[in-house]
């Protein structure tokens, strides 16, 4: 399909039945999955770091261990298979919190260890 603008990526990702993201090494903030997520598009994706904390296996999306090719192909199949499982994967997909909400846990978090230190 090519490239495309970032600005398109929500369009181009809504076109999708499933997102791919086969990734070997830690994902600490997998933006493509974000981006998935906030399009209902469900991820197949490898159960490391990030992206593991930002797919739920079963809930929006399927998990695999890094590099098992084997279990990639039964993620796509099984997707290819049971439509009515992909599109509650779909529905279930959850968009990032905003910068917003994010900094308002982590301050919250934080004003509770300087609360318990004093």
Known sequence: MGGFP??????VLS??????????????TPLVIYSAQASHCPVIGSDVGGIGSAVVDGEN?????PGDVAALTQCIKRLADDRELLARLSAAARPPVSIHE??????SHYQALVGAAS
């Open 102 to 107: 994010y900094c308002a846990v982590v301050d």
């Open 6 to 11: 970032n600005s398109e990526i929500g369009t």
């Open 61 to 65: 999306g399927l998990l695999f261990p």
């Open 15 to 28: 076109e999708l039945d499933v997102l791919v993201v086969p990734s070997i090494w830690l994902e600490n």
